[in-house]
């Protein structure tokens, strides 16, 4: 008995040194990696490890039979929840996603340089080439800074250059960014009148398929109307919000398209932003950067950050099951994360992009795009699965009419893996995109 006492008073050290360990990670990530931008996001962490330091402390004083007791109990519990983990993690197993080797058994040539090679590569040829940059990799640092300036948040990226944005299919999409660094052809910003402009992440961008094959450029050979994209991969719905107030709102196009992906925008997108000062003064109507007609100062900014950044820049990663994700309680974190969307903020959000588009006479339209997990793993109610009902009430309850595009594209297709690269998770290929953009031409 006397040797259990003393062994559960070891792991009640360890417990403490665990917890103290938590804190210092918490401090490095927020302060350090963060340089403190990411406060709200680190703050329950803070109150965890703190409580964990506190209570451990306590605990070594209490009587031998009570800490055994306290030590037993705990240990149950973390093993309860790594069981749950784990039954959690091979029910959701994701399919085989090297994308190297299945675009070999389906007999399609792979480029697999990374984009900082690809971008070498055409620098090398006398090409001044970028790598695509997004808003939600600069909140780190609060923005590009300039010695004896105010620091700027930019959406798009560097204008006028070749981009080498993403590689899932087998080769990578290279556009050449317009004036603003934005995926359109430069033209479309001297069109008279803007019929349409899309603001949303990656899927909006055209992620990873060649210009004219994304949803803003299905939509314009589909109709032959102007279109103005301003997707950025990383975006969120607070980003998505000052894009409207920065570039839509001298444009006054008549349809505006609120595209919405439902893995990251309120999950963890929303998360992060919310945490910007910066971005959250976007909710005052009359704060801007005037980033429109600071273009210049960006392109040299950018350019000097990037060039500094090296292989930072380099964002997109593939989505792999890696051999941390059960230390990390990846299944629960995400059933958790879905129970905490900031659906007020979100609301508030929607309600000033659909008073500020109204405001010059446009009509802000809601598109709802389905994750591909949605459809291979066992989902028992489609509607409660990442909150799709719920979104698409409160969005319905602003008056902003809809498009769901999975019951307007997916349920009932015969082959939906067919709408994605390889038939793997990411985003859509250009088959897909071109059903999106017809469900959002019919909706229209």
């Known amino acids: 008995m006397i040797k259990y006492f003393q062994f559960s008073k070891k792991l009640v050290w360890l417990f403490l040194a665990a917890s103290t360990f938590l804190l210092l990670y918490t401090y490095y990530r927020a302060e350090i990696t963060w340089h403190g931008t990411q406060g709200e996001k680190y703050f329950k962490y803070y109150i965890i490890s703190l409580t964990g330091v506190l209570f451990w402390s306590l605990v070594l004083w209490f009587k031998d039979e009570i800490r055994s007791n306290i030590v037993m109990a705990t240990i149950s519990f973390v093993a309860g929840i790594y069981l749950v983990e784990i039954i959690l993690n091979f029910a959701n197993v994701p399919p085989k996603n090297n994308r190297q080797e299945i675009a070999a058994e389906q007999g399609i040539k792979f480029d697999a340089r990374s984009k900082l090679q690809v971008v070498r590569d055409f620098r090398d040829q006398g090409v001044d080439a970028f790598p695509s940059v997004n808003a939600a990799f600069l909140l780190k640092t609060g923005g590009l800074h300039k010695e004896g300036a105010e620091s700027l948040l930019p959406f798009g990226g560097v204008s006028r250059k070749k981009t080498v944005s993403c590689n899932e299919g087998g080769e990578y999409a290279i556009y050449n960014a317009d004036r603003y660094g934005f995926n359109n052809p430069d033209s479309e910003w001297d069109q008279e009148q803007i019929e349409w402009l899309l603001t949303g992440d990656s899927f909006t961008h055209g992620a990873c398929v060649q210009l004219g094959n994304g949803i803003a450029g299905q939509i314009r050979s589909l109709t032959g109307e102007s ?83 090296g292989e930072r820049v380099e964002t997109y990663k593939e989505t ?68 799709r009902r719920k979104v698409i009430n409160v969005v319905k309850g602003l008056n902003i009419p809809v498009i769901d595009i999975h019951e307007e594209v997916f349920v009932g297709h015969s082959d939906s893996l067919s709408l994605f690269p390889l038939r793997i998770i990411g985003h859509f290929n250009a088959k897909g995109y071109g059903e999106v953009a017809r469900a959002i031409v019919a909706g229209n």
Do not use: C, M
């Not at 919310?274 to 100062?297: A, G, P």
């Not at 959000?349 to 339209?365: F, N, S, V, Y």
């Not at 066992?378 to 909150?387: C, E, P, S, T």
């Open 227 to 309: 279109v103005i994209n301003l997707g950025v991969g990383g975006n969120g719905p607070l980003v998505e919000l000052a894009i409207l107030k920065e570039y839509a709102e001298s444009l006054r196009p008549k349809k505006v398209l609120w595209i919405y992906y439902e893995f990251n925008d309120l999950r963890s997108d929303l998360s992060h932003e919310k945490s910007s000062y910066l971005l959250k003064q976007y909710l005052r109507n009359e704060f801007s950067q005037d980033l429109i007609h600071q273009q210049k100062e960006i392109d040299s900014r950018y350019s000097k950050y990037i060039e500094e950044a």
């Open 320 to 387: 792999v099951l890696d051999s941390t994700r059960i230390l990390r309680l990846a299944n629960i974190r995400r059933l958790i994360e879905f129970d905490s969307f900031d659906i007020p903020l979100f609301t508030k959000i929607l309600t000033k992009a659909r008073d500020r588009t109204a405001e010059w006479g446009g009509q802000l339209h809601f598109v709802y795009l389905p994750e591909f997990p949605r459809y291979t793993t066992f989902v028992i109610d489609h509607d409660l699965y990442a909150k």
